[in-house]
Nanobody, 127 residues
Framework: QVQLVESGGGLVQAGDSLRLSCLAS????????IGWFRQHPGNQREFVAAVSWDGGNRQYADFAVGRFTISRDTAKNTVHLQMNTLRPEDTAVYYC????????????????????WGQGTQVTVSS
């Protein structure tokens, strides 16, 4: 079992930045890719970004390219999501998730592949 805890959400104005963190604990000795997803009220969770176990493979949703950066500190079991130039439409609950993988550079955008999820952190961007 892997436990995930997100932090760093909050209320900001359009154009501001936030840095979300995802701390993993428990059975972290295995290989896991980490993904960030977000959920708007009434909608399904959508992919935001993901990073492979070795940190070398990073993928982003189209809306995140150029604004968001995902990074991984394996020694600290932490993954960060730096979000810049935030927009009101970025308002959502942000979740991190862990996907057990075989290959160190493996990563997926598909939420059904992720076995472990955090409780989420609210991000609100005012116009």
């Amino acid at each position: 079992q892997v436990q995930l805890v997100e932090s760093g959400g909050g209320l900001v104005q359009a154009g501001d930045s936030l840095r979300l963190s995802c701390l993993a604990s428990g059975r972290t000795s295995g290989r896991y890719s980490i993904g960030w997803f977000r959920q708007h009220p009434g909608n399904q969770r959508e992919f935001v970004a993901a990073v492979s176990w070795d940190g070398g493979n990073r993928q982003y949703a189209d809306f995140a390219v150029g604004r968001f950066t995902i990074s991984r500190d394996t020694a600290k079991n932490t993954v960060h999501l730096q979000m810049n130039t935030l927009r009101p439409e970025d308002t959502a609950v942000y979740y991190c998730a862990a996907d057990p993988v075989v290959y160190p550079n493996q990563v997926t955008r598909t939420r059904y592949e992720y076995d472990y999820w955090g409780q989420g952190t609210q991000v609100t961007v005012s116009s």
